[in-house]
């Protein structure tokens, strides 16, 4: 099975800031990662499919990137709702979630 | 519209098995794949397993041993049954679509173990 190492498990920040999350997984996922926001109560909600493409409603202050292993989200200029906990999801061979991030106001 | 309810027993005794169903609407079971995912209070996801449009599944290896899922196109239904349960399988289990990359949710339903 894939792994999903996601770092860091959690992050404080301030409204304004530029946040990044990392995930890297064991092997080569061939850049087939979503990115999912997930606030307390709710459903997972997906953010961004295939590394970088913004998933419909999800706004423009949401971005990823990567290949190969290694891939990041970030959030620039951080507003209050985006207080919630981030997860990455490899669906290059089954699905493998990454461990998460609580995203917490500083 | 895409729409994936979980039903299910709300509470199960230890050592016994779990049943769910995964009605979707919206989209056709044949065209796409349906995973389940859990997740215990407070922590994280875990993926369980998949059916996909072909009919085949896989499954997570922690999970191998207990686990199956199957389907009913003609009820548009998943069935996730997973046996010898125990207080640490209580967890949201959610059922998702995947459309090209694009993964519908259910809201999920709460299942607790315990006798």
């Known amino acids: 099975d894939i792994q999903m190492t996601q770092s860091p498990p959690s992050l404080s920040a301030s409204l304004g800031d530029k946040v990044t999350i990392t995930c890297q997984a064991s092997q080569n996922i061939n850049k087939f990662i979503a990115w999912y926001q997930q606030k307390p109560g709710k459903a997972p909600r997906q953010l961004i499919r295939y590394t970088s493409t913004l998933v419909s409603g999800t706004p423009s202050r949401f971005s990823g990137s990567g290949s190969g292993r290694d891939y990041s989200f970030s959030i620039s200029n951080v507003e209050s709702e985006d207080i919630a906990s981030y997860y990455c999801?490899?669906?290059?061979?089954?699905?493998?979630f990454g461990g998460g991030t609580k995203l917490e106001l500083k | 519209q895409v729409q994936l309810k979980e039903s299910g027993p709300g509470l199960v005794q230890p050592s016994q098995t779990l049943s769910l169903t995964c009605t979707v609407s919206g989209f056709s079971l044949t065209s796409n794949s349906v995973s389940w995912v859990r997740q215990p209070p407070g922590k994280g996801l875990e993926w369980m397993g998949a059916i996909w449009s072909g009919g085949s599944t896989d499954y997570n290896s922690a999970l191998k041993s207990r686990l199956s899922i199957s389907r009913d196109t003609s009820k548009s239904q998943v069935f996730l049954k997973m046996n010898s349960l125990q207080t640490e399988d209580t967890a949201i289990y959610f059922c998702?679509?995947?459309?090209?990359?694009?993964?519908?949710w259910g809201q999920g339903v709460m299942v607790t173990v315990s006798s």
């Open positions: 998702t679509l995947n459309y090209g990359g694009i993964h519908y």
């Open positions: 999801l490899q669906y290059d061979k089954m699905w493998t």
